[in-house]
C-alpha cells in the first residue's frame, strides 16, 4: 500500500508564491509517474504537473512558465513550485503516483491509481 501525504498549501495574496510538498510512504519504489491535480469548487479535476519515470516534466498550458515540478533525490518526494499566483489558482491540490502512465497521458487522472488527500490553496485577490 501508498500512501502519498500533501502539504505547503495556505493563503497568499496574487502574485505571491507557494512550494507544494508530497511525501510517499509505505511500499514505494522510485520509479514512478507523480503528479500535481487540483479541483476548484465545481469544477473537474485537472492536471497541473507531471513528471515521468525518466524525468521529464509536463505542465498544463495554464501554468506553464509559472510553475515547476521536482523531485527528491530519493525520489520518494515531490514537489510544486507555484509562483505568480492567480486567483484561478485557487483549489485543493493533489499529488498522485502510479508506477506506469503513459507519456501522452500524464496530466490525466485516471491514470493514477495512488492519491494523497489533497492541500488548500487559496489565492486572494
Known amino acids: 500500500q501508498v500512501q502519498l501525504v500533501e502539504s505547503g498549501g495556505g493563503s497568499v495574496q496574487s502574485g505571491g508564491s507557494l512550494r507544494l510538498s508530497c511525501a510517499a510512504f509505505?511500499?514505494?519504489?522510485?520509479?514512478?509517474?507523480m503528479g500535481w491535480f487540483r479541483q476548484a469548487p465545481g469544477k473537474e479535476r485537472e492536471g497541473v504537473a507531471a513528471?515521468?519515470?525518466?524525468?521529464?516534466?509536463s505542465y498544463a498550458d495554464s501554468v506553464k512558465g509559472r510553475d515547476t515540478i521536482s523531485q527528491g533525490n530519493a525520489k520518494n518526494t515531490l514537489y510544486l513550485q507555484m509562483n505568480s499566483l492567480r486567483p484561478e489558482d485557487t483549489a485543493t491540490y493533489y499529488c498522485a503516483a502510479d508506477p506506469q502512465v503513459p507519456g501522452w497521458s500524464l496530466l490525466r487522472g485516471p491514470e493514477y491509481d495512488y492519491w494523497g488527500q489533497g492541500t488548500q490553496v487559496t489565492v486572494a485577490t
Open positions: 513528471i515521468d519515470v525518466d524525468g521529464s516534466a
Open positions: 509505505g511500499h514505494w519504489f522510485s520509479r514512478q509517474c
